[in-house]
Nanobody, 115 residues
Framework: VQLQASGGGSVQAGGSLRLSCVVS????????MSWHRQTPGKQRELVAV???????NYPDSVKGRFTISRDNAKNTAYLQMNSLRPEDTAVYYC??????????WGQGTQVTVSS
C-alpha cells in the first residue's frame, strides 16, 4: 500500500482547498485514514481522522472548518478545508493504518494561507 497526497497550494485567508490522498491498492484494507500537518520546529499534529465505519474526529482548532471523507470506490481520502487561516499554513500529510499490514505515510503537500 502506498499513499499519494495532492491538492496543496496557496490561498488567501478565508479561502478553501481540498486535499486528496490516493491509496494504491484497496482503501478498504486501510482501517483508519487521517490527515496531519507540520510546521518547521513543531511536532506533526493530527487534523482529521476517519474510520472504516465513517466516524470522524477533529481537534478544536479545525472543527467546523475541515471535513475528512473517504471514497472507497475511488481508493481516495479527502480533506476539505474551508475558512482557511494563516495559522493553517503547514505541510499536510495523509496517513493510513491497516490492521493487517500496519501504518503508511504519504508524502507531504504544502498549504500556504496568506493574510
Amino acid at each position: 500500500v502506498q499513499l499519494q497526497a495532492s491538492g496543496g497550494g496557496s490561498v488567501q485567508a478565508g479561502g478553501s482547498l481540498r486535499l486528496s490522498c490516493v491509496v494504491s491498492g484497496s482503501i478498504s484494507t486501510v482501517n483508519v485514514m487521517s490527515w496531519h500537518r507540520q510546521t518547521p520546529g513543531k511536532q506533526r499534529e493530527l487534523v482529521a481522522v476517519i474510520g472504516d465505519n465513517g466516524n470522524t474526529n477533529y481537534p478544536d482548532s479545525v472543527k467546523g472548518r475541515f471535513t475528512i471523507s473517504r471514497d472507497n470506490a475511488k481508493n481516495t481520502a479527502y480533506l476539505q478545508m474551508n475558512s482557511l487561516r494563516p495559522e493553517d499554513t503547514a505541510v499536510y500529510y495523509c496517513y493510513g493504518y491497516s490492521a493487517t499490514s500496519g501504518p503508511y505515510w504519504g508524502q507531504g503537500t504544502q498549504v500556504t494561507v496568506s493574510s
